[in-house]
C-alpha cells in the first residue's frame, strides 16, 4: 500500500502523487481509494481503489535503478536487446508493461524508424509518431521524477542518446 506523497507510476499516465487516501466524492463509490494527482499533466484527480489490480500501480523507481537505464541508452548502440526491432504489435504490449527498459526499447526502435524515413525525407507514421511520444512520456516523465528534473532536461538527454544511429 501507498502512503500519501508517495510518487507512483500509474497506468500509461505516468507518474502521479498520492494526494489522499479515501472515500471519493462521488455517490454511489465507497471503498479506499487513491486520490492520484499526475505530476506531468494537468489533468484533474484520478481515483484508484486500493485494493484494485485491473490496472496496474508502482511506486517509482530509484536512482539506482534510473542510473543503470541511463548508461544502458548511453551505450545503446551497442546493446542487441536495445537494437532489435519492436513490430507494432508490440507497441501497447510495451507501453501497459510498464517496464522502464521495454520502454526504452520502444523508444530506441521508433527513432530508428523515425531515422531511417527522414533518409527518404519521409516523416514518421503518425501512429508510430503518437507512440513515441507517449512512451517518451512514461519513461522520461519517471526519470524527471527521480532525479528531480524537468521533463525537457530529462528528454533532450535521453533523446541524445537513444536517438542515434
Do not use: W
Amino acid at each position: 500500500m501507498f502512503e500519501i506523497g508517495d510518487k507512483v507510476v500509474y497506468g500509461v499516465v505516468g507518474v502521479c502523487e498520492v494526494e489522499n487516501i479515501d472515500t471519493p466524492p462521488i455517490k454511489g463509490i465507497s471503498g479506499d481509494y487513491y486520490f492520484l494527482q499526475p505530476v506531468f499533466d494537468s489533468k484533474g484527480i484520478i481515483y484508484s481503489p486500493v485494493d484494485s489490480n485491473k490496472v496496474m500501480i508502482r511506486g517509482i523507481m530509484t536512482v539506482k535503478e534510473c542510473d543503470k537505464l541511463k548508461e544502458r541508452a548511453r551505450n545503446c548502440k551497442k546493446d542487441g536487446e536495445l537494437s532489435e526491432k519492436v513490430t507494432p504489435m508490440q507497441y501497447d504490449e510495451h507501453m501497459k508493461s510498464q517496464d522502464a527498459l521495454k520502454l526504452m526499447h520502444l523508444i530506441r526502435a521508433l527513432y530508428v524508424i523515425k531515422n531511417e524515413r527522414a533518409k527518404d525525407l519521409r516523416k514518421m507514421k503518425s501512429a508510430d509518431s503518437r507512440m513515441l511520444l507517449a512512451a517518451r512520456k512514461l519513461l522520461y516523465g519517471e526519470f524527471a521524477a527521480v532525479y528531480n528534473q524537468t521533463f525537457d532536461e530529462v528528454a533532450e538527454e535521453m533523446d541524445a542518446f537513444l536517438s542515434v544511429d
